[in-house]
C-alpha cells in the first residue's frame, strides 16, 4: 500500500512541478514594467511596447502551503534522509504540515501583445492588446495522506477532500487605461476565452481501513475531462472508441468564455502616497457538452492483508470490477470560474518618486482554496530607463530569508525584465549541492520586448535632469 500511495504523491508533484505566472508581485510598483499590467490593469508602463512573441512573458511558478526542503528532508547522522525515513518521527514531520496541502501552479505565456499610448481629448489614454496561453494546475489533499505514507499500520485513513485538477486556455485580450483626474486612474480588459482543456479529479470519500490480516477501502468522487483531445461521440456503451483530437486540431474547440481584468489607482498628497486595487480575470469558461466525458468513481475494496516487508496488498477478496469503479459515460455542458485574483497595494515615495516603498495584499482564489500573500518591497528608479526593486512576503509561513528581487531596462527600444519573488538565502548542504531550506514558494520571471514612443511621466513629480538618460 506504501508504494501505492507514494505513486499517488509522485504523479500529483509530476503534475504541478513545471508551470509559470505572469503575476510577478515584485513588479507591481515597477514604473516601467508591463508585467504590472497582469496584475492591475489601471498601472501603465512608462513607455509603450511591442512583445517579443513567445519571449515577453516567461517563467516558473510553484506556490504551496507545505512545500519546503526543510519539512521533507531532514538532517540524521551527518546525512540528509525523507521524512519518512525511520530515523525521523512521525510527531516531528507531520507536526509541521497543515490540516489541508495546497498546490498551485499557473503558466500565462503571451504569445503576441502590445500597448501604447494614444491622445482621445487631451487624454493620455494607454491601450494594450494580445494573444495569451494559460495553464494552471491546483490540487488539495488530506493530512491523512502524509500520515499513511509515514505511519501505515494498524489504522484507519480518511483521504477525503482530495481534489486534483488542471486547466488550459487561450485568451485574446484589449485593455485600456484612463486618467480620470489628476488623482485617479482607471484601468479594465477584456478577454475572449477558448478552452483548450479541462481536467479534474475529485475524491468525496476516499478511506482504507489497515491492518496485517484485512485491508478494506471505500473510494467516492467524480471525475471530468473535457477540450479539444476528446469527443463523447466516441463513447460506446460506456467505453471510449476512438482516437483523441490532436493539438493540431485547434479548430474543434467548442468551449468559449469571457473575463474581465478591473483597477483603479488613487493619488494623494502631490502623488507621494498612492492606492490601488486590481481583480483579474474574473470569468468563467462554458465547456461544451460535445466534448465532454466523465463519471463517477465509486467501488469498495477489500484485501486479506498487507505485505509488511513490500508493503504491497497480498490478496484480493473477490474481483475488482474496474469499469463500475471509474465508470464513463457523457454529460451535459458546464460551467468553472477562470481563477481570479485580488491585488491591493499601497505605496509612499520619497526623493521625487526615485525611491518608494510598498506594501501588497495578493489572494488567489482557486478551484477549492484561497491562497493568500503579503509582500513589502523597496523600489528604486534611479533613472528614467532603469527599475530595480527587492521585497520580502509574508504569510503562508514564509520565512525572514527569502526575499524576491527584480530589475528592468526599458530605454528606447528595448525593454527586459528579469525577476523573483521568493530567493531562499537560508541555504542547506546536500553532498556537492546547496538548496533553499525554508522555501514553500518559487518562481523566475523574463519579459523581452521592444520599447516604443516617448517616456511618459506617470506623476506630477516624476523627477528629470539633463543628466538622466531617456
Request: with cysteine; proline share 2%; aromatic share 12%.
Amino acid at each position: 500500500m506504501k508504494k501505492i500511495l507514494y505513486s499517488i504523491l509522485f504523479i500529483v508533484g509530476l503534475l504541478v512541478s513545471d508551470v509559470a505566472s505572469a503575476q510577478s508581485r515584485t513588479s507591481y510598483f515597477m514604473e516601467g514594467s508591463y508585467f504590472r499590467t497582469e496584475l492591475n490593469p489601471a498601472l501603465v508602463p512608462t513607455r509603450g511596447y511591442v512583445a517579443v512573441p513567445f519571449l515577453s512573458g516567461m517563467g516558473i511558478n510553484l506556490n504551496s502551503n507545505y512545500l519546503s526542503v526543510d519539512n521533507l528532508f531532514y538532517q540524521r547522522g551527518g546525512q540528509i534522509v525523507t521524512a519518512f525515513n525511520g530515523a525521523v518521527s512521525p510527531s516531528e514531520f507531520l507536526d509541521r504540515l497543515p490540516n489541508r496541502g495546497i498546490v498551485h501552479n499557473k503558466e500565462d505565456i503571451t504569445i503576441l501583445g502590445g500597448g501604447f499610448f494614444h491622445k482621445i481629448r487631451e487624454t493620455n489614454v494607454f491601450w494594450n492588446f494580445g494573444v495569451g496561453a494559460h495553464f494552471s494546475v491546483s490540487n488539495t489533499e488530506s493530512k491523512d495522506l502524509f500520515t499513511a505514507l509515514k505511519t501505515l499500520g494498524n489504522n484507519s485513513y480518511n483521504l477525503g477532500d482530495t481534489y486534483l485538477g488542471g486547466t488550459l486556455y487561450l485568451d485574446l485580450y484589449v485593455g485600456a487605461a484612463v486618467p480620470i483626474t489628476d488623482w485617479l486612474n482607471v484601468g479594465a480588459k477584456a478577454k475572449f476565452l477558448i478552452g483548450i482543456l479541462d481536467l479534474g479529479v475529485e475524491f468525496d470519500e476516499l478511506s482504507a481501513n489497515v491492518d496485517v490480516s484485512k485491508v478494506t477501502g471505500t473510494l467516492r468522487g467524480n471525475w471530468r475531462a473535457n477540450g479539444i483531445f476528446t469527443e463523447n461521440r466516441y463513447i460506446v456503451d460506456g467505453k471510449y472508441k476512438g482516437e483523441p483530437l490532436g493539438l493540431s486540431n485547434l479548430g474543434n474547440a467548442k468551449s468559449y468564455g469571457f473575463a474581465v481584468d478591473l483597477g483603479a489607482e488613487v493619488r494623494f498628497f502631490d502623488d507621494k502616497l498612492k492606492a490601488s486595487i486590481g481583480v483579474t480575470d474574473l470569468g468563467f469558461i462554458k465547456w461544451a457538452k460535445s466534448t465532454h466525458i466523465g463519471g463517477k468513481l465509486n467501488g469498495d475494496f477489500e484485501f486479506e492483508g498487507v505485505d509488511v516487508e513490500s508493503g504491497d496488498f497480498v490478496k484480493p477478496v473477490g474481483d475488482i470490477d474496474t469499469d463500475n469503479i471509474v465508470g464513463l459515460k457523457s454529460y451535459d455542458g458546464y460551467t468553472t470560474m477562470v481563477n481570479c485574483a485580488l491585488n491591493v497595494g499601497v505605496e509612499y515615495n520619497i526623493l521625487k518618486n526615485r525611491i518608494s516603498f510598498g506594501l501588497l495584499s495578493h489572494t488567489q482564489f482557486l478551484t477549492k482554496a484561497v491562497y493568500s500573500e503579503l509582500t513589502i518591497s523597496a523600489n528604486f528608479r534611479p533613472l528614467n530607463w532603469l527599475s530595480a526593486s527587492i521585497s520580502h512576503t509574508f504569510l503562508n509561513h514564509n520565512k525572514f530569508g527569502i526575499f524576491g528581487a527584480a530589475i528592468n531596462f526599458h530605454p528606447k527600444g528595448l525593454n527586459l525584465f528579469i525577476g523573483m519573488d521568493f530567493i531562499d538565502c537560508n541555504m542547506v548542504k546536500y553532498e556537492a549541492f546547496s538548496i533553499p531550506r525554508y522555501a514553500k514558494s518559487m518562481n523566475v520571471y523574463f519579459g523581452l520586448g521592444f520599447s516604443i514612443g516617448k517616456h511618459q511621466r506617470l506623476q506630477k513629480h516624476y523627477a528629470q535632469s539633463e543628466s538622466l538618460i531617456e
